[in-house]
């Protein structure tokens, strides 16, 4: 079993930055690929970025350029840099990990309980 927890979130106005960080616990030995979904009022969740073991990341198009995935396996935390913050990425943020690399959600076997990002001015 794998354990994450996510912090980070909060409100901040348009333009702004926040960083999120969620650290895993558990059988860390297991964890390939880690990820950042979404979930904003009324809509599916949504992939945000993956990062594998090694590091390579993967980004939706919607935040291409203004976000940020990093990952500190010596921490097994995984973070989330999001700058140039915009009203559509009020969200909850779910962070989540896969046992494969994978971008796939229905291969992330192991979910956080989800932080919440407000902007608004």
């Known amino acids: 079993q794998v354990q994450l927890v996510e912090s980070g979130g909060g409100l901040v106005q348009p333009g702004g930055s926040l960083r999120l960080s969620c650290a895993a616990s558990?059988?860390?030995?297991?964890?390939?690929?880690m990820a950042w979904y979404r979930q904003a009022p009324g809509k599916q969740r949504e992939l945000v970025a993956t990062i594998t073991r090694t590091g390579s990341a993967n980004y939706a198009d919607f935040v291409k350029g203004r976000f940020t995935i990093s990952r500190d396996n010596a921490k097994n935390t995984v973070y989330l840099q999001m700058n140039s913050l915009k009203l559509e990425d009020t969200a909850v943020y779910y962070c989540?990990?896969?046992?494969?690399?994978?971008?796939?959600?229905?291969?992330?076997?192991?979910w956080g309980q989800g932080t919440q990002v407000t902007v608004s001015s």
């Open positions: 558990g059988s860390i030995f297991s964890i390939n690929s």
């Open positions: 989540a990990a896969a046992g494969v690399e994978t971008m796939y959600e229905d291969e992330y076997d192991y």
